[in-house]
């Protein structure tokens, strides 16, 4: 249970600082003379490195060889290194305010470039974190504790813009305050303020807490428990399929971690977006409401779980369910006239189920994977890692290019079509078990 907790802990982190960025990133790249489009660049362009480091982490651990001491070391050492570079970012950040614009957009592409060290670094402890929590939690726990890992993911979504809300609005005073500036103080930076260094110990807690959890991880790996009596399945597991059909849970997982995620980052950047360039509303407002969609998702998965281990629903069930919710959902992000709140409504359908059917998806990739091949834990990990950073590294440049150049409407289509692929993707996998 603890370390499942920890696991929990580390991925909202992880996603309570891109969220930090996500809320200023717009105006951000504005002040620094770039394009909207260059914004959403600017999010995604770090997971190029992610890329490389999932690449790298996936040769220094083996699931069958496996080496707890090396991996606790990794995963802490990453932490420490992160943190480092981050503050190096919040440095470059705080200077870049008062700058001419050739300066500011020198300084945007250094920034890129420390971000891409950053990410490198802050990524390397993701497959061997997670091949140590396939290796003991069981087969009948793992869907359930991913949706787990999902909501945490969704909670830094939820809780970071709010966060940030109530820093800008704190900071701000009705003053206004340039946006460099208060990227700065979301990257944890020495800025010229009693606020910047109060969000700065924030932030300094905080990355001491992730150090403290990588701490925590065990130093052998306790065995698996043992179930005394198999429960009762309402439909046979992945894991039970033959060695062929396994081979293809495990493969349309991956495609669909990538479907998934490019509409989870699409409606992450694109929200905002719309709402203060569309809509008229401030950063601090789009930014609250955002932490109201993203709660969808604990309503979504506390549901679901409530659901599954009641034994009402099969786990393949409310995998197509989610997305079928998702692809009527997708509809309302077209302009009939409902203005921010159809696309609230479509935003909270969607990215609500997200949490739910990404969950399903890799608890079902780590059941179905088969050791020493092609389609073992760490395979899965790095594959399945690797698919989500593309969707995320494209996402946000057309989602913010296609709103930028075509609208609402043009967004939605392709959105609509990303939708459509994921429910085909789930429908293919679920009919093996049914």
């Known amino acids: 249970m603890s370390f499942q907790v920890t696991t929990l802990a580390f991925f909202f982190h992880w996603y309570l600082m891109e969220a930090l960025m996500l809320t200023i990133s717009l105006d951000f ?5 770039q394009s909207a489009a260059m914004s959403g660049f600017f999010i995604s362009v770090s997971l190029v490195a992610v890329l490389l480091a999932l690449a790298v982490s996936k040769r220094m651990v083996s699931e069958s060889n496996w080496d707890q001491a090396s991996a606790r070391t990794l995963i802490l050492g990453a932490q420490v290194a992160s943190y480092v570079v981050l503050l190096l970012q919040a440095v470059v950040t705080n200077s870049a305010a008062g700058c001419s614009v050739a300066t500011k957009q020198a300084l945007f592409w250094l920034l890129i470039g420390l971000g891409q060290i950053s990410s490198f670094i802050g990524a390397l402890p993701l497959v061997p974190l997670m091949v140590m929590w396939s290796k003991f939690t069981p087969h009948s726990e793992k869907s359930f504790w991913m949706i787990c890992t999902q909501c945490a993911r969704n909670g830094g979504f939820l809780v970071g813009p709010g966060i940030f809300a109530i820093i800008s609005l704190r900071v701000k005073q009705g ?3 340039a946006p460099e500036s208060l990227m700065a103080w979301v990257g944890a930076s020495s800025a010229k303020s009693l606020m910047a ?12 807490a992730s150090i403290l959890l990588a701490m925590a991880l065990p130093k052998v790996l306790p065995p698996i428990k043992e179930e005394d009596e198999p429960e009762e399945q309402t439909e046979p597991g992945v894991e039970e399929l033959d ?5 293809e849970v495990v493969t349309n997982m991956i495609q669909y971690g990538f479907e998934r995620q490019y509409q989870a980052a699409s409606i992450e950047v694109s929200t905002i977006m719309l709402l ?14 955002f932490t109201v969609v993203s709660s969808t998702s604990l309503f979504f998965a506390a549901i679901s779980a409530m659901l599954m281990s009641r034994k009402l629903l099969s786990e393949s069930v409310v995998f197509a369910g989610s997305n079928l919710i998702s692809l009527v959902g997708v509809i309302f992000l077209f302009d009939f006239g409902t203005g921010a709140a159809g696309l609230l409504f479509a935003d909270g359908l969607v990215y609500g189920c ?16 088969i050791p020493d091949t092609d389609f073992s834990q760490e395979a899965f990990r790095a594959a399945n890692y690797s698919a989500v950073s593309i969707a995320r590294f494209i996402a946000p440049v057309i989602a913010r ?3 930028d150049f075509g609208g609402r409407n043009v967004y939605a289509c392709v959105l609509l079509v990303m939708v459509a692929m994921a429910f085909a ?8 078990v049914w």
């Open 401 to 403: 290019a296609m709103l």
């Open 243 to 247: 060695t062929q059909q396994r081979q």
């Open 29 to 33: 790249a504005k002040s620094m003379g």
């Open 197 to 208: 260094w109060v969000y700065l110990s924030q932030s300094m807690i905080m990355q001491l």
């Open 276 to 289: 203060e360039v569309s809509y008229g509303w401030s950063i601090e407002s789009c930014g609250a409401v």
């Open 425 to 432: 993707t789930v429908h293919s996998t679920t009919k093996m």
């Open 354 to 369: 997200a949490s739910v059917s990404n969950g399903i998806a890799e608890g079902w990739g780590s059941k179905a994977a």
């Open 175 to 177: 003053e206004p305050v």
